[in-house]
């Protein structure tokens, strides 16, 4: 399977516990995005990189929020002191180089439930 | 500006009937209006896009209309059927950003 590939599908954790996500990307995607989608709605920008550079964060992203794409491979997302709040899918995507590089393509996304 | 407007929230449609999802935008500097269809438990996965100098594109049963002037966008499907049945959101590619924003989304439900 060449697609994009998020660990783990879910999580459950209790209220003040850290978590971690992992996201592989399609194999040459230079840009990896991680989005939030809580439900009912679309999924929100958090973040993305260009390679290994993080080139923009939302104001969604708290203080508590932090990513690395070490080595422009694949990517993860750590939430500290995990909050109810916080408890939504959080979907990662890639796209191409090249100049039509706005395609994205997502991963199944990993399901947090903070309890 | 940043918003994206989707309507309806939710239809029903019968089997073999047309399906319409409209959106709108005001950010003039969006330059890609993707649709995404999302299945439970599944990321949003591209089904057709259309870039603003079109006004029309189709794609099997799937059809993109597009109106520069007024702003909106729409996503029709013809002849629908219960495997459509899924939650569709467009969204607006900003070119300047590198960002997608992307609508509320439509949990369409087609009946057998």
């Known amino acids: 399977d060449t697609g994009v590939s998020q660990d783990p599908r879910h999580k459950i954790t209790k209220r003040g516990q850290n978590v971690t996500f992992r996201c592989d990307p399609i194999?040459?995607?230079?840009?990896l995005y991680w989005y939030r989608q809580t439900l009912g709605q679309g999924p929100e920008f958090l973040t993305y990189f260009q390679n290994e550079a993080q080139l923009e964060k939302s104001r969604l992203l708290s203080d508590r929020f932090s990513a690395e794409r070490p080595k422009g491979s694949f990517s993860t997302l750590e939430i500290q002191r995990t909050e109810q709040g916080d408890s939504a899918m959080y979907l990662c995507?890639?796209?191409?180089?090249?100049?039509?590089?706005?395609?994205?393509?997502f991963g199944s996304g990993t399901q947090l439930s903070v309890l | 500006q940043q918003q994206v407007k989707q309507s309806p929230q939710s239809l029903i449609v019968q089997k073999g009937g047309i399906s319409i999802i409209n959106c709108a935008y005001e950010?003039?500097?969006?330059?890609?209006f993707p649709w995404y269809q999302q299945f439970p438990g599944k990321g949003p996965a591209l089904l057709i896009a259309i870039r603003p100098d079109v006004s029309e594109k189709k794609e099997g049963r799937f059809t993109i209309s597009f109106n520069k002037s007024a702003k909106q966008f729409s996503l029709h499907i013809m002849d629908s059927q219960p495997g459509d049945s899924a939650t569709y959101f467009c969204a607006a590619w900003d070119s300047g950003t590198y960002k997608y924003i992307f609508g509320t989304g439509t949990r369409l439900k087609v009946l057998a």
């Open positions: 995507a890639s796209s191409p180089k090249g100049a039509f590089n706005e395609k994205l393509f």
């Open positions: 194999s040459e995607h230079n840009r």
């Open positions: 950010n003039t500097a969006f330059d890609y």
